[in-house]
Each structure stands twice: as structure tokens, then as C-alpha cells.
């Protein structure tokens, strides 16, 4: 297992569109250990493989001490709640910061594990929350596109401060 590097705000790999899963195999699940110890150091609860520079379909979440952490390979989302909450995001790629998104209190998503077998999982909450989150990540969409204008550049002003030391 290996910690990446992970792309850091601004940079424009952030919001490059991840490709889908063909192959399922060692390297796939590499990739995945790798992402849960780089998730880990990080510290995040989150991780896909566009935050460390791999343009795949892949998110790592761990969110259950119990069961521990779960990789989804091409998830999509497939169902969501009419109902909406507020929650406090954040990135590994833009650490030290955070705002409230809004979001779908329930989703259902459809995904493979790292052998191929097909799932579906419905989740609420702070699942549900991430999983929305990771997945707009693959899709190119970074976090805080879904802030008005005025609270991104807030933001991103006191993002940069902290860059600064």
C-alpha cells in the first residue's frame, strides 16, 4: 500500500470527468488499498481516484467503525429523495475548509465491488451525503460548485489563507 499524492484546489485535473471500470483486477484493488491509506493520512472519510491524479471511477468511504470502509467501482446514482438536508462539506483536496451543501436526504446508487459483482445500496444521511459528494467528484464537479458565487469566493479567500500559513 502506498500514500499518493493528491491534487490539491485549483488544480484543473479537479474537474476532469473520471472514465469507467473495465478491468477488474490486482491493480484495481491496489488502487483501492492505496486510496484508503492515502484517504486515511489525509484524514478524510472520502477519497476517489481523481484526487490522486487516476481518472477511474472509484471511491473509497469510511464511514462505520464497525464494518469499516467500502469501495464503490462506477457508482451511479439511480434514485434520490425529494427531501433535501443541509451538510457540512469538505475535500481532501482543499483541506482545512468546509461549508454546508445542500443534498438529497436519501440516495440509492448502483456499483461493483473490486471483482465485478454488481450492487445496488440505498443510504441516508452522511452516506448519502458522500456518496453524492464522491460521485460529483467523478463526474468533474468539485465541491464547491454547488456554493453560490459569493460563499465559493469566500471560501477559496479563506482557503488561500491558510495555504499562506
Not at 500500500?1 to 477488474?24: C, K, N, S
Not at 486515511?40 to 467503525?65: K, N
Not at 436519501?106 to 451525503?129: F, K, M, P, Q, W
Amino acid at each position: 500500500m502506498t500514500i499518493r499524492p493528491i491534487v490539491r484546489y485549483p488544480d484543473p485535473r479537479l474537474a476532469v470527468p473520471a472514465q469507467p471500470v473495465t478491468v477488474f483486477d490486482d491493480a484495481l484493488r491496489d488502487l483501492a488499498r492505496d486510496l484508503l491509506e492515502t484517504m486515511h493520512a489525509a484524514p478524510g472519510i472520502g477519497i476517489t481516484a481523481p484526487h490522486v491524479s487516476v481518472f477511474l471511477r472509484v471511491v473509497v468511504l469510511d464511514l462505520d467503525p464497525i464494518n469499516g470502509a467500502r469501495t464503490y467501482i462506477n457508482p451511479e446514482i439511480i434514485w434520490a429523495s425529494p427531501e433535501m438536508i443541509m451538510h457540512q462539506e469538505g475535500s481532501v483536496s482543499m483541506p482545512g475548509v468546509n461549508d454546508e451543501i445542500r443534498r438529497h436526504a436519501r440516495v440509492r446508487i448502483s456499483y461493483y465491488d473490486v471483482d465485478g459483482n454488481a450492487h445496488t445500496e440505498e443510504s441516508e444521511g452522511l452516506r448519502a451525503v458522500c456518496h453524492q459528494h464522491e460521485i460529483d467528484q467523478l463526474n468533474g464537479l468539485f465541491w464547491i460548485q454547488r456554493l453560490s458565487r459569493l460563499k465559493r469566493e469566500r471560501l477559496i479567500k479563506r482557503f488561500e489563507k491558510l495555504a499562506r500559513g
